[in-house]
């Protein structure tokens, strides 16, 4: 192997830049990957380990229990890989399947996520690492664009995110799939294949193997890293406007309750529809996190707040009422 130290064209070079330029890995710091055995997974451990020799791994895999032929085939390469680089290795397989009306994406992950964040807790690491790179985020924005999100939506993957107690850093982010691929041959690194990844089932794999090398063949041979760039650019502008989003709360908020909220309204029906909206939204959630506003919700609200006193139902079961003086998100016991 060359020393990466003395090659700034190295993707281990490259790498070390970034998470140390970013902050968002310490030289010899102690963290948890979350590790399929996939191409991704396998070089975000050898990168890591490579461009900080101090830091102390483990690798925890997780068993969907959706592909019965190679499933503990992966199982079986971490717990040799672990064991090879003397990491700590943990396993975990899916509950019996429920699921409660989501995609099989979605419960997958819930499934998995519940994994790792119970080992995070377990072992206290500085952070749980996964290995979603920029073509990921690609994907993630254009899947966001079909479906018809707004500014937060394009927001797509984060490079850091506290979710439910747990610090995940996807310190891949910025660099494509067509690196990590370089890096592991030339390292002769091995790694296992998922077959899933090419079922035309899933939209995401759609979009990867059809929709991304259309793009790069006939409009930018960079789509997937213009692409990336757009949650960026993007997060700046929504950190402002949730400045501008917090401000209205508090000068509007007259009292919250766990099943009711009440605004002041001749504040809150002066602000811009986009502030009223995102309040709304915020507010809906708050009496029910499942909740949440649609782009057809705009609409209905606008509409709402145009005229002296209106009543409107929102998702959930939450109604929305509101007069010259006040305007009260409810939501009804059912």
């Known amino acids: 192997m060359r020393d990466s130290a003395y090659d700034q064209k190295s993707l281990v070079y490259r790498f070390q830049r970034h998470a140390l330029s970013k902050g968002v890995l310490k030289p010899k710091g102690s963290y948890l990957i979350g590790c399929s055995g996939g191409a991704d997974s396998v070089a975000l451990f050898h990168l890591v380990r490579m461009a900080f020799p101090e830091t102390q791994l483990a690798l925890a895999h997780f068993n969907h229990g959706l592909r019965a032929k190679t499933a503990k085939r992966d199982e079986l390469f971490v717990k040799k890989l672990a064991a090879q680089y003397r990491a700590p290795f943990f396993a975990g397989r899916a509950e019996k399947k429920n699921q409660k009306k989501v995609s099989i994406e979605e419960w997958a992950r819930a499934q998995r996520y519940r994994f790792l964040s119970s080992v995070y807790q377990k072992t206290k690491q500085n952070a749980l690492l996964l290995a979603h790179h920029a073509d990921d985020q690609a994907e993630t924005v254009l ?192």
Not at 265 to 292: E, I, N, Y
């Open 143 to 334: 899947m966001r664009m079909c479906q018809g999100t707004g500014p937060r939506g394009l927001e797509a993957i984060r490079e850091v995110l506290v979710f439910e107690k747990m610090k995940c850093v996807r310190p891949l982010l910025p660099f494509l799939k067509t690196e990590i691929s370089h890096f592991l041959k030339e390292h002769r690194f091995a790694f296992c294949e998922d077959e899933t990844n090419r079922s035309p089932k899933f939209l995401r794999n759609r979009i990867r193997l059809q929709v991304l090398p259309y793009l790069q063949k006939k409009i930018n041979p960079q789509v997937a890293r213009a692409l990336a760039r757009i949650p960026e650019i993007v997060r700046d502008e929504n950190e402002l406007i949730a400045d501008l989003e917090e401000a209205l709360l508090k000068k509007t908020l007259k009292s919250s309750a766990k099943n009711k909220i009440v605004l002041r309204s001749p504040v809150f029906r002066a602000a811009h529809a986009a502030l009223q909206f995102r309040v709304l939204d915020r507010l809906v959630k708050k009496l029910d996190p499942a909740a949440g506003l649609l782009f057809e919700h705009i609409a209905l609200i606008k509409g709402g707040l145009g005229k002296p006193a209106f009543a409107m139902d929102l998702p959930r079961g939450i109604q929305c009422k509101g007069d010259k003086r006040a305007i009260s998100l409810e939501r009804k016991m059912r």
